[in-house]
Structures are given as structure tokens and as C-alpha cells.
């Protein structure tokens, strides 16, 4: 009776081992013929803040790592009506296209839509007393901005965004 049951223990256990062996291996077959884009998972770059603090410069980091914001007018993209592509300035993730950037007369780089909503994430921020909407490079996590419901059409949305936060490359 005793080896009985000690079979059957056994005899489970080979039996989750084989479910297993038998699931894996198509599952890691599943997950790559999908393409990388389409899993909607984006890699993100950890780095200590020591790693941050050596790449970026003072005002970068202060912005990026510290979510400090620039004075109004003072950064190099609010007036920039190029064309091209807004990168994040840490880590090359690109955010915002020049089609969706309006002058918003704010000081601030301001766009009604991030090139795709994968790009970048969204955070609840209650400083100075006021609840607002954060936005962060979903790729490194650095900040670049906040956004607000006064934007114009199609979406209605304005993402106010730091200029230090940015790289620009006209097409
Ligand atoms: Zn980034």
C-alpha cells in the first residue's frame, strides 16, 4: 500500500513534467513566430540613476530622472516647426511626430498624440498640490511631461512636453 502511494506521487510528478515538456516548447515556437512589434511589449532599459547621472547632462537628468520641468520658452523645440521625428533624448525611443505638434503658446513642445500609445505611459502626479496626468517614455522611464485635456482635434488631448526630454531629426 505504502509503495503504492509513493508510486503515485512519483507517478504525478512524471506526469507534470511531461505536460511541461510537451507545453514549452510550443509555446516558445508561438511566441516567436510572432513578430516583435506585435507583442505589444516593449523592452525596457533599467539603469541605475549612477548610470543615468554619467550619460545625461545636469539639465537632461534633472528633467528625465528628477521629473523637473524647464521654464517656459526656454527650451530649443517649442517654436521648431520642421518636419520629423521627436526622440526620447535618454534612450532613442520615438515619441512624437511633427504632424501631431501645434502651437499651443504654452512655451512647451505641445502635440495632440504620441507617434503610438506604446510609446509612451501615463501616471497619476499629485505634486505641488495639483493632480495631473505625467507622461514617461514607456522604453527608459523618463519623464517628459504631463498631459491635459485642453488639446485641439482629432483627440482633444495636449501633451506638454519638455524640450530637454527630447531629440529632434528632421526627416
Ligand atoms: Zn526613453
Redesign the pocket.
Known amino acids: 500500500m505504502l509503495y503504492y502511494k509513493r508510486f503515485n506521487k512519483i507517478g504525478k510528478l512524471l506526469f507534470i513534467i511531461l505536460v511541461f515538456t510537451v507545453c514549452s516548447p510550443n509555446n516558445e515556437r508561438i511566441s516567436k513566430d510572432i513578430p516583435k512589434e506585435a507583442r505589444g511589449k516593449m523592452v525596457k532599459i533599467n539603469k541605475t540613476e549612477k548610470e543615468w547621472k554619467e550619460e545625461l547632462t545636469k539639465e537632461e537628468y534633472h528633467v528625465l530622472r528628477e521629473k523637473g520641468t524647464e521654464r517656459a520658452f526656454t527650451g530649443k523645440y517649442h517654436d521648431n516647426k520642421e518636419k520629423g521625428i521627436y526622440y526620447?533624448a535618454?534612450?532613442g525611443?520615438p515619441l512624437f511626430k511633427s504632424d501631431a505638434k501645434f502651437d499651443s503658446g504654452t512655451g512647451w513642445p505641445s502635440y495632440y498624440e504620441p507617434i503610438s500609445t506604446e510609446n509612451v505611459e501615463t501616471e497619476k502626479d499629485r505634486s505641488f498640490f495639483m493632480v495631473r496626468t505625467e507622461v514617461h517614455?514607456a522604453?527608459?522611464g523618463?519623464h517628459l511631461g504631463h498631459i491635459f485635456n485642453d488639446g485641439p482635434k482629432p483627440t482633444g488631448l495636449r501633451y506638454c512636453i519638455n524640450s530637454v526630454s527630447l531629440k529632434f531629426k528632421p526627416e
Do not use: H, Y
Request: charged share 10%; proline share 0%; aromatic share 0%.
Open positions: 526620447c535618454a534612450c525611443n517614455c522604453k527608459c523618463g
